[in-house]
């Protein structure tokens, strides 16, 4: 692994706080930067037939890059992007997905969570023929009236299919699309592709940072499509509150929404909360996964989180913080921490984290 590289991506970090906090104070300190979404591109939707809904969706093999200083490896995923792209529909529409099967095996794509006719579960062969190499199926069905976070994914050989990356987000927005409220809409899908600790298809540092403003109100759609693993996502400095899981809204009170500050999600679940950016001080905080060897590369002595890549960490940065300067100043201490020190030779742990995983 290359430090330099990771230097070059904090400097990216810290370039985007200051192009932000710089943008801020061009645009008068109006919030335009809190409707900058990160994370994976929305399918582009056609209108079919007056009021059809309509997605291609197309499974192959190709390379993704998890790390810009790793190899390009294979993965199999959906219009050769990792997540597949987020599929975003309003309760109630009526949608039609074209699936092409480009994989050298048989696949079908499963809806999950969203309750479809029984034919249109995407369970082969159960439910439906194996869509085979080089096939197009056609799924057509009517949005239920389940406003949430879903996800969809292979579901044949799954072990295979989905562990290399067959999978993406499924948003239902409400009919009258009342999610106003907040002022940030972010998906956080995490997965384990290969022993890739990943948030939306890439490691930290690679993983978009969250730039924020204080008052921000933030709904946060925690999906977990990893094999097998779990993910209890721990938010420095802020408590986030539940409001729905597996796509079901929690009602707010004693029996419901929980306030916390690490929420597991188990494979196959979503978690959404909501977090007030109100931390004192402002600042750069960081949001991850609390399973260490989740969020830790190769070197377990590694004291600094520039060198502790290796996967599932967000980093959270107020661009209204007043000490923007210092901000700077930290992660470019970060960066100069990480540099070989002249006429040092590097310890065998450090030596150990110079190698991808
Ligand atoms: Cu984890």
């Not at 987020?86 to 309750?115: M, Q």
């Not at 899908?189 to 939306?200: D, E, F, K, M």
Request: proline share 7%; aromatic share 8%; charged share 15%.
């Amino acid at each position: 692994m290359n430090r330099t590289w990771i230097a070059l991506s904090w400097l990216s970090i810290a370039a985007a706080v200051v192009a932000a906090a710089l943008w801020f104070q061009h645009d008068g300190g109006q919030a335009r930067a809190a409707t900058e979404r990160f994370g994976p591109k929305e399918a582009q939707v056609t209108i079919e037939d007056g009021n059809i809904k309509a997605v291609h969706l197309t499974s192959s093999r190709f390379m993704w890059q998890f790390r810009a200083d790793q190899a390009p490896v294979e993965v199999w995923g959906y219009n050769n992007q990792i997540p597949g792209p987020t599929l975003r529909f309003k309760a109630g529409d009526k949608v039609r997905i074209y699936y092409k099967n480009e994989l050298a095996e048989a696949s079908s794509v499963h809806w999950h969570g969203l309750v479809v006719p029984n034919s249109m579960d995407g369970v082969a062969p159960l439910t439906q023929p194996p869509v085979m190499p080089g096939e197009t199926f056609v799924y057509e069905f009517t949005i239920p009236n389940t406003p949430g976070t879903f996800m969809y994914h292979a579901h044949m050989n799954d072990m295979e299919q989905v562990a290399m990356g067959l999978s993406g987000a499924f948003i239902v927005d409400p009919r009258d699309g009342g999610t106003g409220r907040y002022t940030q809409d972010r998906i956080v899908l995490l997965n384990n592709i290969q022993g890739h600790y990943l948030i939306n298809g890439k490691e930290f540092p690679n993983v978009d940072p969250w730039l924020v403003k204080t008052g921000d109100l933030i709904r946060v759609r925690m999906i977990n499509i990893s094999p097998i693993e779990v993910h209890p996502m721990h938010f420095h400095g802020h408590f986030t509150k539940e409001i729905a899981r597996d796509g079901t809204s929690l009602p707010d009170g004693a029996s419901g929404a929980r306030v916390e500050n690490t929420v597991l999600v188990a494979p196959g679940q979503t978690v959404d909360v909501e977090v007030r950016m109100n931390a004192p001080g402002r600042g750069a905080w960081i949001f991850h996964c609390h399973v260490l060897s989740h969020v830790m590369g190769p070197d377990p002595k590694s004291l600094n989180i520039a060198v502790a890549n290796g996967g599932m960490i967000i980093p959270v940065v107020y661009t209204d913080s007043v000490n923007i300067a210092d901000l700077q100043k930290l992660l470019g201490d970060a960066i100069a921490s990480i540099q070989p020190k002249a006429g040092v030779v590097p310890a065998a742990g450090a030596a150990a984290s110079a190698h991808a995983h």
